[in-house]
């Protein structure tokens, strides 16, 4: 059985991340570890400190928790030209001891796949994000040219959306095989109408039209232009609400000022539970502001509305109309044109025949695409 070391792109949390899913479903057929490293809980000095101090002193080996073997060795942060050699060496070193076949690294600054003179292992880079969307700050170009060096040396490129791998193809030189993100898909098609109800009770949103965004809110995610459209759109439908699922920056700042009881925000919710949070809302929404980085992106909550068999409103990101779902509507990023949107997804009917739309993005079937890439190898 190949061994597979997975560098994710952070380190494994209770999130549900790409190359988290994908390495779990990979163990049907491999023996799979995961880089496992300490991440500063905030941005304090304290706290950064605390992570490369637990990095720097952590011991070369392997763990298992919850049946997920775990790998962990020394790792620098800063200077990042120094941390980046060191890694490499402390990671080659783990490489040896554990007798790594494949190293798939999908992380894009920190951790290079080490050299192969001392050890021949075949190396995948995975591209689940744009590295940077500029070169001209010193972090910018570091990450650039990090990423462009990886997908260089490494034996396989692949890529979460097309667009990342056009990016491969004309920034980097590489082909890069598309695997795209997945989804949980038998849970979401599988959802617990009383889990449902429960939380409809709990938030009392029971027999209101629910638009709903579900996921991290970064600075990426328009919820101001979102709230602003849910207020103009209740005033037609007063039996309406708007659900903000998940934590994140944005989220926090409209939680503090919000004083409507129609807009509710949950805070973070533990991944056994979310599913029930997708059969919860009557449609599901992508406001991401328009950028390089947005257009390129995967986004698995689109997966994952469709899979619960809800209608989404998006922006148009080049990714999601690249993708052209039945159940998606593209809407500027402007308040009558998203009012307009809800109205529309109020009197959308569900065609049974889109309950196969998104089969194919189960991780299990992402991973056996994976897998194939592994297998050419050798």
């Known amino acids: 059985m190949r061994k597979i070391l997975i560098i994710p792109s952070s380190s494994y949390s209770k999130i549900k991340r790409r190359l988290h899913e994908i390495g779990l479903a990979l163990r049907r057929r491999y023996q799979v570890f995961f880089l496992q490293w300490e991440e500063p809980s905030s941005a304090s000095p304290l706290s950064k400190a605390m992570a490369m101090a637990s990095n720097a002193f952590s011991t070369r080996g ?11 060795c ?33 992380i894009h600054y920190f951790f290079p796949a080490p050299e192969r003179e ?25 990450s650039f040219e990090f990423a462009k060096k990886q997908a260089h040396h490494a034996d396989a490129v692949t890529a979460c959306s097309q667009g990342l791998a056009d990016y491969a193809s004309s920034q980097f030189g590489r082909l890069a095989h598309y695997i795209p993100n ?35 809110s970064g600075d990426w995610v328009d919820i101001d232009l979102l ?21 994140g920056p944005q ?39 328009r950028s390089f980085f947005q257009d390129v992106a995967f986004h698995l909550k689109l997966i994952e509305y469709t899979a619960a ?6 922006s148009p990101l080049a990714e999601v109309k690249r993708m052209n779902l039945p159940n998606v509507l593209i809407a500027d990023l402007k308040v009558n044109e998203w009012v307009a949107a809800f109205e529309k997804a109020r009197f959308f009917t569900w065609n049974p025949a889109g309950n196969t739309l998104v089969n194919d993005y189960d991780w299990q079937i992402i991973a056996e695409k994976f897998s194939s890439v592994i297998e050419s190898l050798y």
Do not use: C
């Not at 038998?186 to 709903?212: D, H, M, T």
């Open 251 to 289: 989220a926090e700042v409209h939680r503090k000022k919000s004083k409507d009881s129609s807009i509710i925000f949950t805070g973070g919710i533990e991944p056994h539970e979310i599913a029930a949070y997708f059969g919860a809302i009557d449609v599901g929404v992508i406001p991401s502001k």
């Open 182 to 216: 997945g989804a949980n898909i038998a849970e979401l098609k599988n959802i617990n109408p009383q889990s449902v109800e429960i939380i409809r009770r709990q938030y009392n949103i029971s027999g209101k039209f629910v638009i709903g965004y579900i996921g991290y």
């Open 74 to 106: 020394p790792l620098m942060h800063r200077p990042l030209a120094w941390a980046q050699r060191f890694n490499a060496h402390s990671i080659q070193r783990l490489l040896i001891q554990q007798k790594i076949d494949v190293l798939i690294n999908g």
């Open 118 to 142: 001392k050890y021949s292992y075949k190396h995948i880079f995975d591209l689940n994000d744009l590295p940077t969307e500029e070169t001209l700050s010193f972090l910018g170009r570091n």
């Open 227 to 247: 709230i602003q459209a849910f207020f103009v759109f209740r005033q037609k439908r007063p039996d309406s609400a708007l659900l903000i699922v998940g934590s």
């Open 309 to 314: 068999n809800k209608p989404v409103i998006s």
């Open 62 to 72: 392997v763990y298992e928790k919850d049946g997920i073997i775990f790998a962990r």
